[in-house]
């Protein structure tokens, strides 16, 4: 039996005097696709990013309880929050290329870490392009601008620079919302791919994505989580009658 | 791998940080070593009489100089120049805001107009007072009214008056329209609603509402004008003159000026040093007086608005 | 009842029908009025380069002439001169001119017949109004070598511009070489690296700093910081092009830090947060991401920076050391535009020609920061489309 590779205990989280998160218990399996649901604003996104501590960006907050990734509180004053966020990696709901060119794009992670060698980021971003399939349609264009590309292509690109510094996990705030369906369908397509190699938590507040894309759902309401189980088990028999109302489609 | 702090110390970072902190710490300590300096060496010499006496002997005497024809030509100089300044400003901002289509080529050009009145060299401006005004307009009238008698065609209150109020016509342009820009939509759209013309809207709605914000803008021009000097030294202002000025076609005494012509033109520089310090101590507090009381106009106009 | 159907489908009892279009032919008028008054702005501009063009006119055009041709002028041709032109060969002032009668006039036409007999040199048949003289060095009579000389008040009136333009530029580039890395260094900590209750403290210490007149700024840098300065680098002209420089750094560190600031804000924040993620520290994100982001408008910024400090008058007018001479050295004293304009304009003939040279200084220097205020508004507005485009 694998070890977790986010455990969380009891966690509790406060946007100034506003709580946002209560008790929270879940544990994250490696190489498996875990999704949070629920409806707008119940706390999925706050959690993710309390993963990678981008909530540190946001003044005010504050966050009691254990937060382990192997088995490490992220929150523990000896750790280096920089070090946290290369191993735990975030794709936005918003694709966010930087105004720089394809390569650069990919290789920003890599440099920031020191890496200068031609042929190493060279092969690495390859390498990474490859596994967003992005490959094929960038190969051509790689020192081209990335904002001339489109919102699919776009969000595939944020996903190659995330993983182009191989992280053990891969966030992802609702990274399709702002895509059409064709564009959706190739992203869905990439996750069970990565699978394999990493560790995904997606954010999602459309049902049938998680039915399809995920191992483990984690259904959140008003800050609770109400159930976290196998997808399977939470869209077809699940033991809560929130959950079952949820996933039916009778709120949210 | 692991998330734990890194053993090196990450210089790079430090370095970033020490340099633009210092850059922002060097400019801090400029300005207070600078105001510092003046307040310090500038305290000694404002009395009460330095601030209301005149100056008729003992110019260069610490012991008896003041300053108050001095203060009084410039805030008569300011004082004439906002009336020119604060209506052209305020119908122009109101046009821009409420009016203009905002891609259409004029308002563009007016936009680009008004951008540029901003970068004109200060000294351009005095070239500009004396072509324009004192010779052109000041000529023509004397023609048309005097028959080439000297009435206007010379350094006068007017001229440098008219001057300053182009300097400082897109800031007050400026600071209305942000005002006029945050009076919501809302309010516009209920009084259009209820049958009011635009017009009347403006008048009567939109206006009064960015009262505070047009008032900053004259504030802020006011400010500028009390403390040019390259503008006025060929339009009005003068060194020494026995009267204060009763009419607008009087020379004027000015701060700016007298700190100007102290400091350059001054026989013993160690004895004016009190005097030149108190001056521009002085000119520095009139500054920032009118610029706080626009402030706290600006304040009290606001919380009437919303408690009134 | 008798009811007109008009294009409103209110119809208004008979009394209001009359009041209304009135009132809007009176409301017409005034929004026509404030159309008018808002062209004001351009017809400004547009009257600010005339005027001052229109002085300078007859030098650009080539109609002044001060060369003295070895023939003078007899007394026949007098009568037939313009006063201005009359003055000028006699070498006295228009007001003066004017007083004189006939009698004496002609005393000193015969008086200046005789001087020029005398007085003829190679430099004296040059017209040193002309462009050419303006722009090129000339080795005049007891030089060596030959030179750019400004020297308005002289037996030889030399009116070369040269010199002053390059004090302006070295007066100006002293200041950039202060103020960029400064306001930009700032700008950044402010933006990118300070907590926002910093940002508070210092945005208005930056505007206190706009808020000095330059006047109190030429005082300070006249006083104490030429002291200063002369005590660091051991230097024998007290006033010159570095203590010049250095107080007008100080005018431009608000245009600098204002925009520069501005621009490092408005980069969309998910540039920034995409960074992070993946890990990047915060000088990082800001060196490698925001201010590449920012670029145009630290540019214009700069741009800006650039047109105010080469317009500025009073600082230059009292802490250059105002000689008007050609040196690379920042430890020289130099002569700006502007100050030139501001010192000698006190003490021209009106109508002559260093009135009117001086005109055309101002002409120039308002094209100068037409243009650069053009591009730095350019720019700004660019930058405001792409960042726009990009969301």
């Given at each position: 039996?694998?070890?977790?590779?986010?455990?969380?205990?009891?966690?509790?989280?406060?946007?100034?005097?506003?709580?946002?998160?209560?008790?929270?218990?879940?544990?994250?399996?490696?190489?498996?696709?875990?999704a949070?649901?629920?409806?707008?604003?119940c706390?999925?996104?706050?959690?993710?990013?309390?993963?990678?501590?981008?909530?540190?960006?946001?003044?005010?907050?504050?966050?009691?309880?254990?937060?382990?990734?192997?088995?490490?509180?992220?929150?523990?004053?000896?750790?280096?929050?920089?070090?946290?966020r290369?191993?735990?990696?975030?794709?936005?709901?918003?694709?966010?290329?930087f105004?720089?060119?394809v390569?650069?794009?990919?290789?920003?992670?890599?440099?920031?870490?020191?890496?200068?060698?031609?042929?190493?980021?060279?092969?690495?971003?390859?390498?990474?392009?490859?596994?967003?399939?992005?490959?094929e349609?960038?190969?051509?264009?790689?020192?081209?601008?990335?904002?001339?590309?489109?919102?699919?292509?776009?969000?595939?690109?944020?996903?190659?620079?995330?993983?182009?510094?191989?992280?053990?996990?891969?966030?992802?705030?609702?990274?399709?919302?702002?895509?059409?369906?064709?564009?959706?369908?190739?992203?869905?397509?990439?996750?069970?791919?990565?699978?394999?190699?990493?560790?995904?938590?997606?954010?999602?507040?459309?049902?049938?994505?998680?039915?399809?894309?995920?191992?483990?759902t984690?259904?959140?309401?008003?800050?609770?989580?109400?159930?976290?189980?196998?997808?399977?088990?939470?869209?077809?028999?699940?033991?809560?009658?929130?959950?079952?109302?949820?996933?039916?489609?009778?709120?949210? | 791998?692991?998330?734990?702090?890194?053993?090196?110390?990450?210089?790079?970072?430090?370095?970033?940080?020490?340099?633009?902190?210092?850059?922002?710490?060097?400019?801090?300590?400029?300005?207070?070593?600078?105001?510092?300096?003046?307040?310090?060496?500038?305290?000694?010499?404002?009395?009460?009489?330095?601030?209301?006496?005149?100056?008729?002997?003992?110019?260069?005497?610490?012991?008896?100089?003041?300053?108050?024809?001095?203060?009084?030509?410039?805030?008569a100089?300011?004082?004439?120049?906002?009336?020119?300044?604060?209506?052209?400003?305020?119908?122009?901002?109101?046009?821009?805001?409420?009016?203009?289509?905002?891609?259409?080529?004029?308002?563009?050009?007016?936009?680009?107009?008004?951008?540029?009145?901003?970068?004109?060299?200060?000294?351009?401006?005095?070239?500009?007072?004396?072509?324009?005004?004192?010779?052109?307009?000041?000529?023509?009238?004397?023609?048309?009214?005097?028959?080439?008698?000297?009435?206007?065609?010379?350094?006068?209150?007017?001229?440098?008056?008219?001057?300053?109020?182009?300097?400082?016509?897109?800031?007050?342009?400026?600071?209305?329209?942000?005002?006029?820009?945050?009076?919501?939509?809302?309010?516009?759209?209920?009084?259009l609603?209820?049958?009011?013309?635009?017009?009347?809207?403006?008048?009567?709605?939109?206006?009064?509402?960015?009262?505070?914000?047009?008032?900053?803008?004259?504030?802020?021009?006011?400010?500028?004008g009390?403390?040019?000097?390259?503008?006025?030294?060929?339009?009005?202002?003068?060194?020494?003159?026995?009267?204060?000025?009763?009419?607008?076609?009087?020379?004027?005494?000015?701060?700016?000026?007298?700190?100007?012509?102290?400091?350059?033109?001054?026989?013993?520089?160690?004895?004016?040093?009190?005097?030149?310090y108190?001056?521009?101590?002085?000119?520095?507090?009139?500054?920032?007086?009118?610029?706080?009381?626009?402030?706290?106009?600006?304040?009290?106009?606001?919380?009437?608005?919303?408690?009134? | 009842?008798?009811?007109?159907?008009?294009?409103?489908?209110?119809?208004?009892?008979?009394?209001?029908?009359?009041?209304?279009?009135?009132?809007?032919?009176?409301?017409?008028?005034?929004?026509?009025?404030?159309?008018?008054?808002?062209?004001?702005?351009?017809?400004?501009?547009?009257l600010?380069?005339?005027?001052?063009?229109?002085?300078?006119?007859?030098?650009?055009?080539?109609?002044?002439?001060?060369?003295?041709?070895?023939?003078?002028?007899?007394?026949?041709?007098?009568?037939?001169?313009?006063?201005?032109?009359?003055?000028?060969?006699?070498?006295?002032?228009?007001?003066?001119?004017?007083?004189?009668?006939?009698?004496?006039?002609?005393?000193?036409?015969?008086?200046?017949?005789?001087?020029?007999?005398?007085?003829?040199?190679?430099?004296?048949?040059?017209?040193?109004?002309?462009?050419?003289?303006?722009?090129?060095?000339?080795?005049?009579?007891?030089?060596?070598?030959?030179?750019?000389?400004?020297?308005?008040?002289s037996?030889?009136?030399?009116?070369?511009?040269?010199?002053?333009?390059?004090?302006?530029?070295?007066?100006?580039?002293?200041?950039?070489?202060?103020?960029?890395?400064?306001?930009?260094?700032?700008?950044?900590?402010?933006?990118?690296?300070?907590?926002?209750?910093?940002?508070?403290?210092?945005?208005p210490v930056?505007?206190?700093?706009?808020?000095?007149?330059?006047?109190?700024?030429?005082?300070?840098?006249?006083?104490v910081?030429?002291?200063?300065?002369?005590?660091?680098?051991?230097?024998?002209?007290?006033?010159?092009?570095?203590?010049a420089?250095?107080?007008?750094?100080?005018?431009?560190?608000?245009?600098?830090?204002?925009?520069?600031?501005?621009?490092?804000?408005?980069?969309?924040?998910?540039?920034?947060?995409?960074?992070?993620?993946?890990?990047?520290?915060?000088?990082?994100?800001?060196?490698?991401?925001?201010?590449?982001?920012?670029?145009p408008?630290?540019?214009?910024?700069?741009?800006?920076?650039?047109?105010?400090?080469?317009?500025?008058?009073?600082?230059?007018?009292?802490?250059?050391?105002?000689?008007?001479?050609?040196?690379?050295?920042i430890?020289?004293?130099?002569?700006?535009?502007?100050?030139?304009?501001?010192?000698?304009?006190?003490?021209?003939?009106?109508?002559?020609?260093?009135?009117?040279?001086?005109?055309?200084?101002?002409?120039?220097?308002?094209?100068v920061?037409?243009?650069?205020?053009?591009?730095?508004?350019?720019?700004?507005?660019?930058?405001?489309?792409?960042?726009?485009?990009?969301?």
């Amino acid at each position: 039996m694998d070890k977790p590779i986010i455990q969380i205990t009891d966690a509790n989280f406060w946007y100034g005097a506003k709580q946002a998160l209560f008790d929270v218990n879940v544990s994250i399996m490696p190489h498996q696709t875990t999704a949070f649901i629920g409806p707008s604003g119940c706390g999925k996104s706050t959690l993710l990013r309390c993963l990678n501590r981008m909530n540190d960006l946001i003044l005010g907050t504050r966050v009691t309880g254990r937060i382990a990734f192997n088995d490490h509180d992220v929150n523990a004053p000896d750790v280096d929050v920089i070090e946290l966020r290369k191993q735990i990696g975030m794709v936005f709901q918003k694709s966010n290329p930087f105004p720089k060119s394809v390569f650069d794009n990919v290789a920003y992670g890599l440099r920031i870490q020191g890496m200068t060698d031609k042929t190493e980021l060279e092969a690495r971003v390859v390498k990474s392009l490859k596994k967003a399939a992005l490959w094929e349609e960038v190969k051509d264009r790689l020192h081209e601008s990335a904002l001339m590309m489109s919102g699919g292509q776009q969000q595939r690109l944020c996903i190659a620079r995330a993983i182009a510094v191989e992280p053990e996990i891969i966030l992802m705030d609702e990274p399709c919302s702002a895509l059409d369906p064709t564009a959706t369908a190739k992203i869905e397509e990439l996750i069970q791919d990565l699978e394999k190699d990493y560790t995904i938590i997606i954010v999602t507040h459309n049902m049938q994505q998680a039915a399809r894309c995920s191992d483990y759902t984690a259904f959140f309401y008003l800050g609770r989580l109400i159930e976290f189980d196998a997808t399977n088990k939470i869209f077809t028999n699940p033991t809560n009658k929130q959950t079952e109302d949820y996933v039916t489609g009778r709120f949210g | 791998m692991t998330i734990l702090r890194a053993k090196g110390y990450d210089w790079r970072s430090t370095a970033f940080h020490a340099v633009t902190l210092a850059a922002t710490a060097l400019i801090v300590l400029a300005v207070i070593v600078i105001i510092g300096d003046i307040v310090w060496h500038g305290a000694k010499q404002v009395s009460w009489h330095f601030v209301t006496g005149g100056t008729k002997e003992g110019m260069f005497d610490a012991k008896t100089a003041g300053v108050f024809p001095m203060i009084f030509g410039t805030l008569a100089l300011v004082l004439l120049m906002t009336v020119g300044v604060v209506p052209v400003g305020v119908i122009t901002a109101v046009y821009l805001t409420e009016y203009a289509k905002s891609l259409s080529p004029i308002t563009r050009i007016i936009r680009s107009a008004i951008n540029n009145l901003a970068g004109v060299p200060s000294i351009v401006f005095g070239l500009f007072g004396l072509g324009f005004f004192v010779q052109f307009v000041g000529g023509g009238l004397d023609q048309m009214f005097y028959g080439g008698e000297l009435h206007y065609r010379k350094p006068a209150l007017i001229w440098a008056a008219a001057t300053m109020a182009i300097m400082t016509l897109p800031v007050v342009i400026v600071a209305t329209e942000e005002a006029l820009r945050a009076v919501p939509n809302g309010l516009r759209e209920a009084s259009l609603a209820l049958g009011a013309t635009k017009l009347k809207t403006i008048w009567k709605i939109v206006l009064p509402e960015a009262l505070p914000g047009v008032l900053t803008g004259a504030i802020l021009a006011v400010g500028r004008g009390a403390g040019e000097v390259a503008p006025i030294m060929f339009t009005g202002a003068a060194y020494y003159l026995a009267h204060l000025p009763t009419n607008w076609t009087d020379q004027f005494m000015h701060l700016g000026y007298h700190v100007f012509v102290l400091s350059t033109q001054s026989p013993d520089i160690e004895r004016t040093k009190p005097i030149l310090y108190g001056s521009v101590l002085v000119l520095l507090l009139v500054t920032f007086l009118l610029n706080l009381t626009g402030v706290l106009v600006r304040a009290k106009i606001r919380s009437r608005l919303r408690h009134g | 009842m008798n009811e007109r159907l008009t294009t409103d489908t209110v119809v208004l009892p008979k009394a209001q029908r009359r009041r209304t279009p009135r009132r809007r032919w009176a409301e017409w008028l005034v929004e026509r009025g404030i159309f008018l008054v808002s062209l004001s702005t351009i017809l400004m501009v547009f009257l600010i380069f005339a005027f001052v063009a229109r002085e300078a006119l007859p030098v650009i055009l080539r109609k002044t002439n001060n060369a003295r041709s070895a023939t003078p002028v007899t007394a026949a041709q007098v009568s037939t001169m313009p006063p201005e032109q009359l003055a000028t060969y006699l070498g006295v002032t228009i007001a003066d001119l004017k007083k004189y009668n006939a009698e004496t006039v002609k005393a000193l036409v015969e008086l200046k017949a005789e001087e020029l007999s005398q007085n003829v040199s190679a430099d004296s048949r040059v017209n040193t109004t002309s462009w050419g003289w303006m722009l090129r060095a000339r080795q005049w009579v007891g030089y060596d070598k030959p030179e750019y000389i400004w020297q308005p008040v002289s037996e030889i009136p030399k009116y070369n511009i040269i010199p002053l333009f390059i004090g302006s530029l070295k007066a100006t580039l002293i200041a950039l070489i202060f103020s960029v890395p400064l306001g930009v260094g700032a700008a950044i900590y402010v933006s990118q690296l300070a907590k926002p209750k910093i940002r508070e403290v210092i945005k208005p210490v930056i505007e206190l700093l706009s808020g000095i007149p330059s006047v109190v700024l030429g005082f300070f840098a006249l006083l104490v910081l030429a002291s200063i300065l002369q005590g660091m680098f051991h230097y024998s002209s007290r006033l010159n092009a570095l203590v010049a420089g250095v107080a007008l750094g100080l005018t431009v560190i608000p245009v600098i830090f204002t925009i520069s600031e501005d621009a490092l804000s408005t980069v969309p924040s998910g540039y920034g947060q995409a960074a992070l993620a993946l890990g990047a520290a915060p000088w990082q994100v800001a060196w490698q991401i925001v201010l590449p982001a920012a670029l145009p408008g630290v540019f214009a910024a700069c741009v800006l920076g650039f047109g105010r400090a080469i317009g500025e008058t009073m600082i230059v007018l009292m802490a250059s050391g105002n000689a008007s001479i050609m040196s690379g050295s920042i430890f020289d004293s130099c002569r700006t535009i502007t100050a030139t304009i501001a010192a000698e304009l006190a003490e021209v003939v009106f109508g002559g020609n260093h009135y009117r040279i001086l005109f055309l200084l101002g002409a120039l220097l308002f094209a100068v920061t037409f243009v650069t205020n053009l591009v730095g508004d350019v720019v700004v507005h660019r930058l405001k489309r792409k960042l726009e485009g990009a969301r």
